[in-house]
């Protein structure tokens, strides 16, 4: 099985990406704001008027010579009314392709005996979940990528955050050079 | 046994001549689907795609995967919808209920009167201090193939004095996936 620098490698490779860049551990995230009672939310495709700690891109694509490998997802929600306990569906799409696809994170949810894994007893929470990934997933150079994730229950308020995650292992640019 | 899931997805395929699966999306993957009918037996997944999200996430499939669309399942896990709309749910630990239930697929069954005991795995699983509901499967997982059909039959019964209990029932069955990708221009 390849590990997730030789999967890495191999992808960009086959999408002709050939800087060999800095190796570094990556995590990007987006938060939307609520609207009462909605159900339905797409993350990584709006960066509007948002800050620092809401989002770190400001584009819904990796950099030219930027890649990574999704590890894990982590989703944490600021409401304590609207949960990530009840039933919920996930998808992530790159480029054309999705590549999680009805995933219900919420079994990772609270502590109910429940949980796909964790590693750690200490911590768990209604509001914010962490998902390991079986497959590592890749976002290449300049690709689109989006997550969606639809509520099963409409407890929702006005003005509440909802944040998606992802982490693991990636590639930033790096000239290799002087300029 | 040295082989990961991916391998095993791969090996599976190859025999049954599911030669594209290869070249499709690798996933993480889990379906689940409830009835919130109380019941003693109850059939999961069978007839999932009449059921609406979030009682499932089957959706127009049903209990099949589409075309060079598979799951590896390694984990499966059981819970109790809390009430009619299937939006919240427990743990059946919580209730000490234990789960026995056979895993088919096609014409075969492949696992076969098993159970999901109450509190079961405890050298294994980690979910805070809760009590598992969920088992793993041994070996690398079992496969169920694109295109063919699958259900759960199981039972809830109380763990502790081992007598049957009607229950609202769910199921989700976990692990590594593949999603279509098509590889070509149509």
């Given at each position: 099985m390849a590990n997730q620098v030789s999967k890495l490698a191999y992808v960009d490779s086959k999408l002709g990406v050939g800087l060999p860049g800095q190796q570094t551990t990556r995590v990007i995230y987006d938060s939307v704001n609520s609207v009462a009672g909605q159900q339905f939310y797409e993350f990584f495709t709006n960066f509007a008027g948002k800050n620092e700690f809401q989002t770190n891109l400001t584009t819904n694509k990796l950099d030219s010579a930027e890649s990574m490998v999704i590890k894990s997802i982590q989703i944490i929600m600021s409401s304590a009314t609207s949960n990530l306990a009840d039933h919920s569906n996930l998808n992530i799409t790159v480029g054309n392709q999705v590549v999680v696809k009805d995933f219900d994170p919420s079994f990772n949810a609270s502590n109910r005996g429940l949980a796909f894994d964790r590693l750690h007893s200490g911590f768990n929470s209604a509001n914010n979940l962490e998902l390991r990934l079986l497959t590592d997933i890749v976002i290449p150079p300049q690709v689109n990528f989006k997550a969606t994730l639809q509520l099963g229950n409409a407890l929702i308020a006005a003005g509440d955050d909802i944040t998606i995650i992802f982490k693991g292992y990636g590639r930033i640019f790096s000239a290799g050079n002087s300029f | 046994m040295g082989m990961s899931a991916q391998q095993k997805m791969l090996h599976v395929a190859d025999r049954l001549g599911l030669t594209t699966l290869k070249d499709m999306q690798g996933s993480t993957r889990m379906v689940y689907d409830s009835i919130t009918t109380v019941a003693a037996t109850h059939t999961l997944f069978?007839?999932?795609?009449?059921?609406a999200f979030p009682l499932t996430?089957?959706?127009?499939?049903?209990n099949q995967f589409q075309v060079d669309e598979a799951l590896l399942v390694e984990k499966i896990g059981f819970f109790v919808p809390?009430?009619?709309?299937?939006i919240a749910y427990t743990s059946t630990a919580g209730g000490a209920l234990s789960v026995k239930f056979d895993l088919v697929i096609g014409n075969k069954t492949v696992i076969k009167d098993a159970t999901c005991e109450v509190g079961g795995e405890q050298a294994f699983?980690?979910?805070?201090t809760v009590a598992s509901s969920v088992i793993d499967l041994e070996g690398v997982g079992i496969l169920i193939p694109p295109q063919v059909e699958y259900y759960v039959v199981a039972k809830a019964f109380?763990?502790?004095?081992r007598v049957s209990v009607s229950t609202r029932l769910g199921c989700y069955l976990f692990g590594t996936g593949a999603l279509l990708n098509f590889n070509t221009t149509i």
């Amino acid at each position: 099985m390849a590990n997730q620098v030789s999967k890495l490698a191999y992808v960009d490779s086959k999408l002709g990406v050939g800087l060999p860049g800095q190796q570094t551990t990556r995590v990007i995230y987006d938060s939307v704001n609520s609207v009462a009672g909605q159900q339905f939310y797409e993350f990584f495709t709006n960066f509007a008027g948002k800050n620092e700690f809401q989002t770190n891109l400001t584009t819904n694509k990796l950099d030219s010579a930027e890649s990574m490998v999704i590890k894990s997802i982590q989703i944490i929600m600021s409401s304590a009314t609207s949960n990530l306990a009840d039933h919920s569906n996930l998808n992530i799409t790159v480029g054309n392709q999705v590549v999680v696809k009805d995933f219900d994170p919420s079994f990772n949810a609270s502590n109910r005996g429940l949980a796909f894994d964790r590693l750690h007893s200490g911590f768990n929470s209604a509001n914010n979940l962490e998902l390991r990934l079986l497959t590592d997933i890749v976002i290449p150079p300049q690709v689109n990528f989006k997550a969606t994730l639809q509520l099963g229950n409409a407890l929702i308020a006005a003005g509440d955050d909802i944040t998606i995650i992802f982490k693991g292992y990636g590639r930033i640019f790096s000239a290799g050079n002087s300029f | 046994m040295g082989m990961s899931a991916q391998q095993k997805m791969l090996h599976v395929a190859d025999r049954l001549g599911l030669t594209t699966l290869k070249d499709m999306q690798g996933s993480t993957r889990m379906v689940y689907d409830s009835i919130t009918t109380v019941a003693a037996t109850h059939t999961l997944f069978k007839g999932a795609s009449q059921r609406a999200f979030p009682l499932t996430n089957v959706g127009a499939n049903g209990n099949q995967f589409q075309v060079d669309e598979a799951l590896l399942v390694e984990k499966i896990g059981f819970f109790v919808p809390t009430l009619v709309d299937g939006i919240a749910y427990t743990s059946t630990a919580g209730g000490a209920l234990s789960v026995k239930f056979d895993l088919v697929i096609g014409n075969k069954t492949v696992i076969k009167d098993a159970t999901c005991e109450v509190g079961g795995e405890q050298a294994f699983f980690n979910d805070g201090t809760v009590a598992s509901s969920v088992i793993d499967l041994e070996g690398v997982g079992i496969l169920i193939p694109p295109q063919v059909e699958y259900y759960v039959v199981a039972k809830a019964f109380d763990g502790p004095s081992r007598v049957s209990v009607s229950t609202r029932l769910g199921c989700y069955l976990f692990g590594t996936g593949a999603l279509l990708n098509f590889n070509t221009t149509i």
